[in-house]
């Protein structure tokens, strides 16, 4: 991602959050607020008409309106909030065989046709350095349809005071429990889209997202050592029903950590935050060596994410990420030998838009494609990319796995990772099973650090709480730990994966990619699972 | 409307300020035109320009704050962001940490704007991927690049007089280019403010050279070796220790700059002496507006001298509190070397390793601002003053605040823009013994 378009929020220091500078400052009662969708036809009906008479083989049309609150507070200080909102008009052409893209903020007739000429010059220009002509996979138009993210409370109904004072009242809780400090954030948004084609779809999708991050930092003055704990919740694709904790998405893990499925405690997530990363001060630093590692869903979604999920999407294996996020290890000899081992047996890793409450799902893509499920791996080996319609026909498909994507009306849009996830093991299984047969291992639990080289070999990660497992059980608690792996060998190390009653979701709502940069949402699924003889490192330093 | 004249700007930011009604009013108005070429696989991938104008309005009453913008500039579209601003304000929650609007500011212009940069076309920005694409054509070579360029301006008025002005233009260039057999890969980046000094043809000759030279890499066991880190590899890593440069969080005890017991590490020796960091907008080579995003006055800033900690960034809140003098903050690092470049730095290197890039650096610990990463795009050995062959790329587990105390020699400072980082940079090539390799990767 890049930094520099990106405002600062909570300081600048280390860690300091980084938000997208995204759309206008609005009142919040403009985000309750919605286009009629019949304006909205008629303002797309504009576009296909001026694209069809300039000489487009095809056009679509995307009229987005993008919502986006955010709350943040530090120990008794509300810091900001902030209300924003983005619209326009972006129409994608092909002419001569080429891609073309305009966009404008302007939504009346006029301004739409010229951006329908620009995209179309653009296309006709670029056409002179095209190789092949842009082959699409073919689809049928769905009509007049709609989609919505099944919520239970609109989260910008709720006003902000109640946001705050939930906010307030959770720092106040982590102090007490002896948080030297404390962050906590609420990041809403709503992308109301539009989306029409010249294959004859006219989609309105009203999309929402949920995420409460919190970041504790215990300090000992004495040693001048200090630590922080992450808040162990998941963005979803949900409504404000996420911050409702239910006592039947409450999971207490074996070693004492709770961890949180479909609602979440951000109180007393926070208030755990506290005293576990006062324990981090005191805990025994890691031996670094060969661990059998069981990594809880909280952690394993990143590693999913970052080896599985941006390794197999077919653009970087071709090479069009090659100069900025690279490119992948899973080149097509690889899926067209039909027996590459990705990971052992117990791994099969499917990509899925279709999974209620996640951050990736939708009823149609951004390319007015219905969502679907389809397997990446199965049973270890390498099945299948991620592909759009432009790539399909590249690895024999006849239809586009509906994983299209763009940020922003504003945005061209192109193939973003679908929630990629493991698939639960088949027989009974639970966390405290799966410890219990580890003789010298670390279970680790949230996310921490993440790092992985161009092509998706060699990958770090770090987490946020660690506990060493001796002789079956959970002993102690353990610092300056991180993994150093190579995926395949990652994945054949695979040895046990628990059943679908442990499985849940972490995700990322601001994944990067592409030049200029854009973001994504997604989550990943997983049950938590076990992985043997892992490279682990101690990463404590002495500055002097 | 994008890029506006200093009047024009003037008289609208004259206007917001009249009309407001609030206990104080700031406004900023930017406008820019960016433009690019994206290219992959030797073909043309995207390109576009994008024209934007905004004007943000943020008022307050008493420390209630409200913030609104908008992309019309007639007086009624004038009158309604002032007014939403400062319903916002009288609907927000009280800021205890609010800090009333700067008073009137001295900015002396920099030169941060080129015509030629302003002027740079569609055409352009072709032939820049056709002087990348064409050569690595003829040559079994691979080459996928962005380029990037963008004229702008900002401006900035508030109730209390205060008006400043500046047009400013960036180029950005980077093109990896890797073998056909996809064995070897080399890079080249390229930041500035006056495309005139900009030629595509000569640049690409760098990453075709590494795409080429990198092929048939050998492995050697990772551990703590020797090496040259070009600008480009060691940049990001310095732009990330200077995020613990800030005065709160080394003050509230989680900064590598706390000290032990309370306080913070201001004057203390921490680098190798010859560590020499400073900002300065006026810089010839990389000068940057000369305020900071509250419309503070950027100052020549000594940061760390000969290895001493000479400054800590105050927020203006934290300022006050700690009875400090709250200035602009940097736009720009500028680190000193020597007069040797890279290529001087590889003869007078008996063993070692270079470094062309460095990629996905993230933090693991800010205790020591332990920084986890992978070479990449060009990752040779080097032996009796010659770089000998290509060699795996390497993870490195390394804390900035370490490696600036291992310094062997310092070359010649070169202008480099990190895409994750908010600063313009002059960063020397750095040899540094015992930097920490702790895998090896099979990336190419």
Not at chain 1, 11 to 33: D, S, W
Not at chain 2, 294 to 321: C, F, H, M
Request: glycine share 8%.
């Amino acid at each position: 991602m890049d930094r520099r378009d990106f405002i600062k929020m909570g300081g600048i220091g280390l860690g300091a959050l980084i938000l997208p500078a995204y759309g206008r400052h609005v009142a919040a009662e403009v985000l309750l607020t919605k286009m009629d969708a019949a304006t909205k036809k008629k303002l797309a009906d504009v576009a296909l008409a001026a694209a069809k008479s300039g000489g487009a083989t095809y056009c679509d049309v995307r009229i987005g309106r993008y919502l986006r609150q955010f709350v943040i507070t530090r120990e008794d200080k509300v810091q900001n909030v902030v209300n924003t909102e983005s619209s326009g008009v972006g129409v994608r052409v092909i002419a001569n065989g080429t891609w073309g893209f305009a966009a404008t903020s302007d939504m009346d007739p006029d301004s739409v046709a010229r951006a329908v000429k620009q995209a179309l010059s653009i296309a006709k220009a670029n056409s002179r350095m095209q190789a092949s002509p842009v082959q699409l996979a073919p689809t049928k138009g769905v009509g007049e349809v709609s989609w919505s993210t099944p919520i239970v409370k609109n989260a910008m109904e709720v006003p902000i005071k109640e946001k705050v004072d939930l906010l307030l009242d959770v720092n106040a809780a982590a102090m007490s429990a002896g948080a030297s400090f404390i962050r906590s954030i609420l990041f809403l948004v709503n992308e109301q889209k539009y989306f029409a084609s010249s294959d004859g779809s006219y989609i309105d999708q009203d999309i929402h997202r949920i995420w409460a991050p919190t970041q504790v930092t215990a300090v000992d003055k004495a040693t001048g050592k200090f630590r922080t704990r992450d808040g162990l919740s998941a963005p979803r694709g949900m409504g404000y029903e996420y911050l409702d904790a239910k006592p039947e998405h409450r999971i207490a893990l074996p070693g004492g950590a709770v961890v949180y499925s479909d609602s979440y405690n951000m109180k007393e997530d926070a208030i755990a935050a506290a005293k576990q990363a006062r324990e981090k001060l005191t805990a025994t630093s890691v031996k670094p060596g060969k661990y059998d590692l069981v990594l809880d869903p909280s952690h394993l979604w990143l590693t999913i994410h970052e080896s599985v999920g941006h390794a197999t999407e077919l653009d970087r294996v071709l090479g069009y990420e090659a100069n900025y996020a690279g490119t992948s290890f899973v080149t097509l000899d690889k899926w067209k030998s039909k027996d590459f081992k990705y990971g052992s047996d117990k791994v099969t890793i499917f990509a899925d838009k279709t999974q209620p409450g996640t951050l990736g799902a939708v009823g149609y893509d951004d390319e007015g494609i219905k969502t679907q499920r389809w397997d990446l791996i199965k049973d270890g080996i390498l099945v299948n990319y991620q592909v759009i319609r432009d790539q399909a026909h590249i690895i024999g498909l006849d239809h586009s796995q509906g994983c299209c994507y763009a940020d922003s009306w504003s945005s061209v849009q192109f193939q973003r990772m679908a929630n990629v996830s493991l698939s639960p093991g088949k027989e009974k299984l639970a966390p405290e099973d799966v410890i219990k047969n580890v003789e010298n291992g670390i279970y680790i639990v949230g996310d921490g650090s993440f790092s992985i080289d161009q092509q998706r070999y060699n990958a770090q990660f770090g987490g946020q709480l660690f506990y060493e497992i001796k002789n079956g059980k959970v002993t102690q608690m353990l610092e300056d730990v991180a993994y150093q792996m190579r995926t395949p060998e990652f994945w054949n190390s695979c040895v046990a994966v628990c059943d679908d009653k442990d499985y849940r979701f972490g995700g990322s709502f601001f994944d990067g990619k592409g030049q200029p940069g854009q973001i994504s949402a997604v989550s990943h699924g997983s049950s938590t699972a076990r992985f043997n003889g892992a490279n682990v490192i101690n990463t404590a330093r002495s500055l002097g | 409307m994008s890029i506006m004249t200093e009047q024009e700007a003037k008289t609208i930011l004259d206007k917001v300020c009249k009309m407001s009604k609030a206990d104080e009013c700031t406004a900023q108005l930017t406008g820019s035109v960016d433009g690019n070429v994206r290219y992959a696989l030797n073909s043309v991938s995207t390109s576009g320009i994008v024209n934007n104008t905004d004007l943000a309005v943020q008022v307050a009453f008493g420390k209630r704050v409200g913030t609104a913008t908008i992309n019309e500039f007639d007086d009624t579209s004038l009158e309604k962001v002032v007014r939403r601003a400062e319903e916002l304000a009288k609907l927000a929650p009280e800021n205890p940490e609010f800090v009333p609007a700067i008073e009137k500011q001295a900015y002396k212009p920099s030169d941060t704007y080129a015509d030629k940069t302003a002027a740079i076309s569609p055409d352009y920005r072709a032939g820049v991927a056709a002087d990348c694409i064409e050569p690595c054509r003829k040559d079994k070579l691979v080459a996928a690049g962005f380029f990037t360029d963008s004229a702008r301006f900002t401006a900035i008025a508030n109730t209390k007089g205060n008006f400043g002005y500046q047009k400013s233009t960036n180029v950005d260039f980077t093109c990896t280019v890797r073998t056909d057999d996809a064995r070897g890969s080399g890079w080249v980046a390229r930041n500035l403010g006056d495309v005139s000094k900009f030629n595509a043809k000569n640049e690409i000759k760098t990453a075709m050279q590494k795409a080429k030279g990198s092929v048939d890499a050998k492995a050697l066991e990772p551990g703590k070796y020797t090496v040259i880190l070009e600008p480009a590899a060691s940049a990001h890593l310095v732009s990330d220790m200077m995020f613990g440069f800030d005065a709160r969080q080394a003050d509230e005890g989680r900064s590598f700059l706390s000290r032990k017991g309370g306080g913070n590490k201001l004057g203390e020796k921490l680098f190798d002496e010859r560590v020499n960091i400073y900002a300065d907008p006026w810089d010839a080579d990389s000068a940057v507006v000369p305020w900071d995003d509250d419309g503070l006055a950027r100052e020549k800033t000594p940061i760390v001298t000969k290895g001493v900690v000479e400054y800590l960034q105050y927020s203006r809140y934290w300022a006050q509190k700690q009875g400090k003098k709250a200035i602009g903050q940097p736009g720009n690092i500028i680190m000193t070397g020597g007069d040797k470049s890279t290529q001087d730095m590889i003869k007078g290197t008996k063993k070692g390793v270079l470094v062309t890039r460095t990629w996905y650096i993230r933090l693991v610990d800010p205790q020591t601002v332990l920084l986890t990463g992978l070479t990449r795009d060009g990752t040779f050995y080097i032996e009796n003053g010659e770089i000998k062959y290509p060699i795996k790329n390497f993870r490195f587990n390394e804390s900035p605040a370490i490696m600036l105390n291992n310094i062997e020699e310092l070359g010649k400072p070169v202008r480099v823009a990190d895409d994750e980082s908010p600063f313009i940079m002059m960063i020397p090539p750095m040899k540094l013994r015992d930097f920490t390799f702790t895998s090896l990767s099979d990336a190419v």
